[in-house]
């Protein structure tokens, strides 16, 4: 490390044990509850995704989910006259699975001394130094989502790239708590060794189409296919407006290829692959969207503020240290998080699409 890139590193390190009320950063600590929840909402900022789900702290470790959207509806009559006596009910309560679990999630990494040289003469080197750490924290919180399977006492990103045994995801938590909203197989059963096929692309059916299957596919397209997932949801959510049908990019590529490519063309990869795509036509009646990280052959009903990441307050820890025998500084950093379906009676999972004729 440079002299002058020391000095910068140095200064980094000191405004970070200012922040946090602590003599020296360079070991383990507590971070503040304040600087907490600003690298909170620092890591939801970073994707437009995450601004549209909830980012919610907790208390405790463990608990039941906080409800932050209504899960049926409040209208109702009591004969008080006969003797009846009027019950609310809370509309946040869940009927299934309403706990949560946050279990610690390491973020540790390391940037070798080369690169912090490259960046010394960046008047933001400490925004710059920190930022680009918290994007790809924002980044692997979607992946863990979309994709997570276990919690592993020891994880192994070579077996698992898209962070599947780092903790228990969305579409995970919908299969194994709500499988009667799943759907994954042409045939309306579910079983994994089949798979549902789509004739044609994602027009919306036409005046001389059917919403049934054909003789050739199980659904005529993806319209019709998301149509008969709606029966999934709860009725008094089939029909609200905040709904999206969030699609894996394989079932819509040759369709909008165009769209893919513009979106590749006006940003930057690391970009990208924190925006929300709107698709030209909808689905169902609803908003169709490609997020980053959703499975490439699945499709999932629900409204964006149904999904939610919980942190547990006060479990972020952290430690930077010098470490000259690899040539980098490395920082160990974690927090307890969990990640929630809020309302399963609000969701529709389809899986195993295959764009194309049943096979011979």
């Not at 970070?16 to 907490?36: H, M, Q």
């Not at 509806?73 to 006969?82: K, Q």
């Not at 699975?97 to 279990?103: N, S, V």
């Not at 759907?183 to 059963?189: E, S, V």
Request: charge should be negative; aromatic fraction near 6%.
């Amino acid at each position: 490390m440079r002299n002058e890139t020391r000095l910068l590193f140095n200064a980094y390190v000191s405004q970070i044990a200012l922040l946090n009320g602590i003599d020296n950063a360079t070991v383990k600590f507590s971070v503040s509850p304040s600087v907490e929840q600003k690298l909170e909402e620092k890591i939801q900022e970073s994707s437009d995704f995450l601004t549209e789900i909830n980012v919610v702290g907790v208390p405790q470790q463990t608990g039941q989910k906080v409800g932050v959207t209504v899960t049926r509806p409040l209208a109702s009559r009591t004969n008080t006259a006969g003797g009846d006596r009027r019950t609310p009910a809370d509309p946040t309560d869940t009927t299934d699975d309403g706990g949560y679990f946050c279990r610690q999630t390491n973020f540790d990494h390391a940037i070798k001394y080369s690169k912090l040289d490259a960046w010394r003469h960046k008047p933001e080197f400490q925004t710059l130094l920190r930022d680009v750490i918290l994007k790809q924290q924002g980044r692997d919180r979607i992946m863990i989502g979309f994709n997570g399977t276990s919690a592993a006492a020891t994880t192994d990103v070579d077996a698992n790239p898209l962070l599947q045994d780092v903790n228990e995801g969305w579409l995970h938590k919908i299969r194994t708590n709500a499988p009667s909203r799943v759907l994954n197989d042409g045939d309306l059963t579910v079983d994994p060794t089949k798979a549902i096929y789509v004739a044609a692309g994602v027009e919306v059916v036409d005046g001389d189409a059917s919403n049934t299957a054909t003789a050739e596919a199980d659904y005529a397209n993806l319209d019709a296919l998301a149509f008969d997932a709606l029966d999934l949801l709860d009725p008094w959510h089939r029909s609200d407006t905040d709904l999206v049908v969030i699609v894996g990019w394989k079932l819509v590529k040759d369709k909008y290829l165009n769209l893919l490519q513009a979106a590749g063309d006006t940003a930057t990869e690391r970009e990208a692959a924190h925006r929300i795509l709107t698709l030209p036509k909808q689905l169902a009646g609803k908003r169709a969207v490609i997020v980053p990280f959703f499975p490439e052959t699945s499709m999932l009903i629900t409204s964006l503020d149904n999904l939610s990441i919980y942190w547990q307050e006060e479990t972020r820890r952290r430690q930077i240290r010098d470490e000259p025998a690899l040539d980098q500084i490395e920082n160990y950093e974690s927090v307890n998080e969990d990640y929630v379906v809020e309302d399963y009676g609000r969701t529709a999972l389809v899986e195993n699409v295959v764009m194309g004729k049943k096979p011979a």
